[in-house]
């Protein structure tokens, strides 16, 4: 257990922030699958969409750090070739 006061603020931020990422990479991950459901379903119109809404969303996700940037560039390259397909 943390005795410093250094320690336990630490503590807490850290916390603080695994709460902040982890909605940011839930986010991201329903993003995701409602691309994935769209093109399940077939629909390209729905699928586009979302995967417009999906890509912003994978770039912030980079940009605050919870993402390695070839992983979103991965993800956003396999979705948009999967919609294309369609």
């Known amino acids: 257990m943390a005795n410093t006061p250094q320690a336990k603020k630490r503590i807490r931020r850290n916390n603080n922030r695994a709460e902040i990422n982890g909605a940011r990479i839930s986010r991201i991950r329903t993003q995701v699958k409602k691309v994935e459901t769209a093109v399940a379903e077939g629909d390209k119109k729905a699928a586009t969409a979302a995967l417009k809404d999906a890509q ?9 750090g919870v993402l390695h940037k070839n992983t979103a560039a991965r993800k956003m390259s396999r979705l948009s070739k999967r919609v294309a397909a369609l």
């Open 56 to 64: 912003p969303e994978i770039a912030k996700g980079v940009a605050k």
